[in-house]
């Protein structure tokens, strides 16, 4: 039988420093939070060699006592609780006691403090968890802990770090979010003798974004914020052109804390659905006020997860208030002409005239790759063109019925005299009028609508339409298919879906898991148009599928509906739900390369403006995307 051994303490700090010490930016983290919590509102971070050679932290904060010096450096020693039940009321960023005992374990630490009401500090010393030497020194007010060669005494964590350039990289990454979460605090970050960046500590959020990603990013962010039970949240939501390939521009903080949230992600992402492309994220920094006791911090020593009590309810909180906030805000596109080198050198221009020392170069935008989606659009024309040729009739009459649609609409409306007739949202045809009032005096307007000049159709996909000094450009598919969309969403809510009959009928055999879920789903699927009796056994007849399918393969669609609805449902309607009323739409909504009349594209245009959201078709591809005149005219060299 193997011997137990009681470690010595040395090896016990080691060991607890491999869970809180993992590289040079776990340091920088837990030293600067410190400074925070000491009430600092300066705070200058400086690291050499990615920081495995030098780290150094100074904040004008409190400061530590001279008694408490050598108390700071052992484990579970902090001055932030005092007993387990203060947990569950946590309002500063440490509270472990292990940050100082851990990097002093696996570094050669420095440390010089002065309080304020002190005439002289103390340094002190120490190494491999070791005090070597304390004295006192003349010292400014506050702290500065430098951390010399770290994992010196343990090869075989050192051996594990990156080069110093990709560990630098995150200890920036860092230094970005902490100067984010804090925005009333000055930071400043020296990479090996270079000051990367600097922020005043106005408490201006959108500036630091300014100074970090660039002036086209923070151009393209709007104000949010939103109060519910027991939370408030502000902070910054990205518009679509800005979207990114990645979480990684998903920020949130929850009470100064930058934390990582699955939960606030999907519910963000859910609020942004109608706005995101397949594989896209948004960007959006989110400052999160919660009430202590609904949340726990103390779940792993990074402290970047936490738990929330209700999270369902906290859930759609904050999906409702993203998806609110979005839908008040235009989203059409602008598009510019100018290449990427040209807006480098007006935006260095530009920053000549600034006070600033540093601005980052404005990054390219998804408006380009849009640009090219249309060019590539027109050069696929004519194999679209054979793909659809067979189902072009019936595509048409499905335009037509727009059309005949919003006659409907305008037919039921009551009569008004001449005289007494005002522009108002009845003069639209309109499912629910009163949204069109959102648009008011922007580019998607009931006032703005008298005013589209319908120039043509281009490479017969997208139409020109000219409104003051803008060329707004509409892709009649994704146009079409919006439309067509929250039409079906409507009927599949009020049950109201046409059925197409199949003879003979279509009989499929669930697996066990297949039946539990299209019995509990049972439902959706007859509001979707589906009319499905038992056969036997697991056996099942599909007598009835939905109108819109156009030729999809009934069975594939059925299968692939129950795949996606066994997967665990989101609030209201089902996402599994969503994503097949997407695909009817999209089949059933007219296609690119096709030709379609002045009346059908102005019936188009008028159902459009009475959607929530008419700026994204359900896959997240913008419907309509605006050019400037001055854009144009730079191009023609009428503006220089």
Excluded at 524 to 534: P, V, Y
Excluded at 540 to 553: E, S
Aim: charged share 30%.
């Amino acid at each position: 039988m193997a011997k137990i051994n009681i470690l010595d303490s040395q090896t016990i700090d080691k060991i607890a420093a491999g869970e809180v010490v993992e590289r040079p930016s776990s340091v920088v983290k837990e030293l600067v939070e410190n400074a925070l919590d000491a009430g600092a509102d300066a705070v200058t971070v400086e690291i050499r060699d990615g920081g495995t050679s030098f780290i150094r932290v100074t904040d004008n904060g409190g400061g530590i006592e001279k008694s408490q010096v050598e108390n700071a450096f052992l484990r579970h020693a902090t001055s932030k609780i005092s007993s387990a039940e203060d947990l569950t009321s946590l309002v500063s960023l440490g509270f472990r006691g292990e940050a100082l005992a851990s990097i002093a374990a696996v570094s050669q630490v420095e440390m010089i403090t002065r309080t304020p009401g002190e005439l002289t500090g103390v340094r002190l010393l120490a190494e491999g968890g070791t005090k070597r030497e304390l004295e006192e020194i003349g010292a400014p007010q506050g702290t500065t802990l430098i951390v010399r060669n770290l994992f010196f005494n343990t090869p075989p964590r050192k051996k594990f770090l990156k080069q110093p350039r990709t560990e630098g990289s995150y200890v920036a990454d860092l230094m970005e979010h902490l100067a984010m979460s804090n925005p009333k605090v000055s930071f400043k970050f020296v990479l090996n003798g270079q000051t990367r960046f600097y922020t005043t500590g106005n408490g201006d959020l959108r500036e630091i974004v300014h100074r970090i990603y660039g002036k086209e990013i923070a151009g393209e962010l709007t104000d949010f914020r939103c109060e519910r039970d027991g939370m408030t949240v502000t902070g910054l939501l990205g518009r679509p052109v800005i979207n990114r390939a990645n979480r990684s521009y998903e920020i949130f903080y929850i009470n100064g804390r930058y934390i990582r949230s699955t939960l606030i992600s999907k519910a963000v992402e859910e609020g942004y659905r109608e706005y995101l492309m397949q594989h896209k994220f948004p960007f959006c920094i989110l400052h999160f006020q919660v009430d202590t006791e609904k949340i726990d911090v103390n779940v792993h020593p990074s402290k970047m997860e936490v738990r929330i009590a209700d999270g369902p309810a906290f859930y759609e909180e904050v999906r409702a208030a993203v998806e609110e906030a979005l839908r008040g805000r235009e989203m059409i596109p602008a598009v510019s002409l100018s290449t990427e080198k040209e807006r480098r050198e007006e935006a260095g221009k530009e920053a000549e005239s600034e006070t600033r020392k540093e601005e980052t170069p404005p990054e390219p935008f998804e408006t380009n790759r849009i640009l090219q989606n249309c060019g590539m659009a027109a050069a696929r024309a004519s194999s679209i063109q054979a793909i659809y040729e067979k189902s072009r009739p019936t595509q048409e009459n499905v335009l037509r019925q727009t059309v005949d649609y919003t006659a409907k609409a305008k037919a039921q409306e009551p009569a008004v005299p001449q005289a007494d007739r005002a522009d108002t949202a009845a003069d639209h045809p309109a499912d629910k009028p009163e949204q069109m009032e959102l648009f008011d005096d922007r580019l998607l307007s009931v006032k703005a609508r008298e005013h589209y000049e319908i120039i043509g159709q281009l490479f017969e996909t997208y139409w020109l339409i000219s409104y003051q000094d803008r060329l707004l450009i509409v892709d009649q598919h994704a146009a079409h298919e919006k439309v067509r969309y929250e039409r079906l969403l409507r009927h599949f809510k009020e049950k109201d879906i046409v059925s197409q009959n199949l003879n003979p009928p279509m009989i499929v055999t669930l697996s066990n898991r297949e039946k539990e879920c299209y019995l509990l789903h049972e439902e959706a699927f007859t509001s979707l148009g589906f009319e499905i009796e038992a056969f036997g056994g697991n056996e099942y007849a599909v007598r009835g599928v939905p109108m819109d399918l156009y030729g999809y393969t009934q069975e594939r669609f059925f299968y692939e509906m129950l795949d996606e609805l066994a997967a665990e449902p989101v609030s209201g309607t089902p996402e599994g739900i969503r994503i097949r009323i997407a695909t009817m739409a999209c089949k059933a909504a007219v296609k690119g390369n096709m030709r379609i009349s002045r009346q059908e594209m102005e019936a188009l245009v008028d159902e459009l403006l009475t959607l929530d959201n008419p700026y994204n078709c359900p896959h997240g591809r913008p419907t309509i995307i605006s050019m400037s005149k001055y854009e144009i005219e730079k191009k023609f060299k009428r503006i220089v």
